[in-house]
């Protein structure tokens, strides 16, 4: 199952800024977001691929940042294979290293591993790296599918993320 993920406090970190680009991972953020609200992640016949709860999340992000000054654009992932931050082609990462050159910050919402692939993509430009998310635990739940093409998360548990340390005894 997904990461689990809360959201962080973006508004607090982009005081004098005037522009981001929000660079949303598009798996487990978008769980997250439709099994906390308790709607389906993906009704295929409505919305076909996307999820609609985590887009009006994005959307709604997009209103926050716009009231306090900050114009954004988000950073899209169409082809299945790109909705994985963790994962993405060489040739995606190269086209975030362009579009991040035009922006003051770069908002991420994913796990660490998303943010270390913004991290990279930032490198040797100015631009701010936002965390929007924080990892809470890994999700345990029941993937239920509705006809005609809906897919949701239901009984959603939170299993924390052991240590490896501790494990190893360090
Ligand atoms: S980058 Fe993180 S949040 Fe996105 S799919 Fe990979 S593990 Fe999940």
């Not at 962080?8 to 680009?21: K, N, Q, R």
């Not at 990462?93 to 035009?102: G, I, M, S």
Request: charged share 25%.
């Amino acid at each position: 199952m997904p990461i689990h993920l809360n959201d962080l406090d973006v508004i607090s970190e982009v005081g004098g800024l005037s522009s981001a680009l929000i660079v949303p991972c598009y798996i487990c953020p978008a769980v997250t977001v439709a099994a906390r609200e308790k709607k389906p992640f993906i009704q295929l016949f409505k919305h076909f691929l996307k999820s609609a709860p985590y887009e009006k999340y994005i959307k709604a992000l997009q209103s926050r940042l716009k009231e306090h000054g900050v114009k954004t654009e988000v950073f899209k992932s169409i082809p299945y294979h790109h909705w994985f931050m963790c994962m993405w082609t060489s040739g995606k990462r190269k086209k975030l290293r362009k579009r991040v050159e035009d922006y003051d910050a770069a908002i991420v919402l994913g796990c660490d591993s998303a943010n270390e692939t913004v991290r990279d993509a930032v490198k040797s430009t100015d631009c701010k790296v936002i965390e929007g998310m924080f990892v809470s635990g890994i999700m345990n739940a029941e993937m239920k599918f509705y006809w005609p093409g809906n897919i949701s998360f239901e009984n959603c548990k939170i299993v924390p993320i052991s240590n490896q340390d501790l494990r190893d005894g360090v």
